[in-house]
């Protein structure tokens, strides 16, 4: 669906994030000697049996930031999907 510039890890380094919205993913990937190297794949939220989202099939997450979020030096992911905001600390 996107893609944008985040910063990630110690000390963080740019990444681009790509939004899956198929499977409502987020990959990320780096650059590494002229080649890309995917860095990490994960789904975001799970979808409700539920919910009947045939019609209704948005973007999610429909928008990411990253920074240092709790001031360990170490680059975070936000995520905002539906009405939940996810904070993904790194590592």
């Given amino acids: ?29 780096s650059e590494e000697d002229g080649n890309l190297r995917m860095e990490l794949a994960f789904e975001v939220l799970l979808v409700s049996d539920f919910a009947n989202l045939s ?9 990411l930031e990253s920074g240092d979020l709790n001031g360990d030096g170490i680059g975070d992911l936000v995520a905002l999907s539906h009405d939940k905001l996810l904070i993904y600390l790194g590592e």
């Fill in 55 to 63: 019609g209704s099939r948005g973007t999610e997450p429909h928008d």
């Fill in 1 to 29: 669906a996107y893609a944008k510039l985040v910063r990630l890890g110690q000390p963080p380094e740019p990444m681009i994030a790509l939004i899956d919205a198929a499977n409502r993913s987020i990959e990320l990937i």
